[in-house]
């Protein structure tokens, strides 16, 4: 029998995968999608996810995909004002981040079991059954739901997804080219009226990771994400004539969501990442959060599986990290209302999030 069952095969779901296959320890890793993904998402690893990864043999290659460096250049109504370091961190899309984490777990004898969902969750003192959409069941002692923040698992299990979400979208992202505009920085135009857009250069790839201010209807509301209103944002808040963003490969929105679920583990069940826990983007911890998510849940997963004295260090996952969810929830939230507010002062951005 597998001795854990993965759901989700994010930055979290993977390295979990490969921190167990490294200790010896069976797993199986489903998604409910049809293949992998190209989105650039999240799109930066901290010193203590390259840690992780370190160790696990995954480190060189995200290094050797990544940009370290990358300056971040603010320009306020349309003009340079200045240029601030990114700090310490790897600049590397989040599916640049699987892709490697994916080989590292192909070494390892495992792959990704694709249009796999789970549809059900029984489970017993001897361990846990999942049942697929398409009707098969996959047996496990123990399972990991890390499949994000809209978490089926979390939804089969029960569990409460506590805290609040705005209303209005705050951002459209969106991954597009820009024929003619510099990789050699993250450009962060912002203007007086408290509006901006942002490109940053992914590595490896000809395209722009796109974050900016919603445009608004008629009424107020904000418009869905489409090329045309990327061309329109950029055209208002870069004012760069000559450049025209195109071929976009991901389209999205975003909204502050501040909640966590009101406990990471049901009986031989689990929570990691964005399925545990969702908040602010400013900081660039969401994807790293998840990670460290990943080694904690490993540790307890395998002091459990090494014999029958090992199971009390269950309760040591949620004991570790369901308070540091708090703490990681309300630090992000503090760190967003920081750059909202400088990005109305010229020569400030996202950095003023980093810390």
Known sequence: MTDVLIVGSGPTGLTLACDLTLRGIAVRILDRRSGPHRESRGKGLNPSSLEVFDRIGAAEPMSAVGTRGLALRKYFDGEHIKDSPSGDGLLIGQWQVEEVLRARLADLGVQVEYEAGVAGISQDADGVSARLADGRLVHAGYLAGCDGGRSTIRQL??????????????MVLGDVTAAGLSRDHWHQWFTSDGGGIMLCPMPRTETFQLQGSPELDAQGQPLPPSLEGFQRLFDRHARVPGIRLADPTWMSTWRVNV????????????????????????GGLGMNSGILDATALGRSLAAALAGPAGAGVLDAYEAERLPAAAALLADTAERHQRVVAAVREPGRGTEVGRN
């Open 157 to 170: 299990l029960g569990i409460p997804f506590e805290g609040h979400t705005e209303e209005a979208d705050t």
């Open 259 to 282: 909640r966590m679920a009101a406990r990471m583990r049901e009986g031989r069940a689990f929570l990691a990442g964005d399925a545990a826990h969702v908040h602010p983007i400013a």
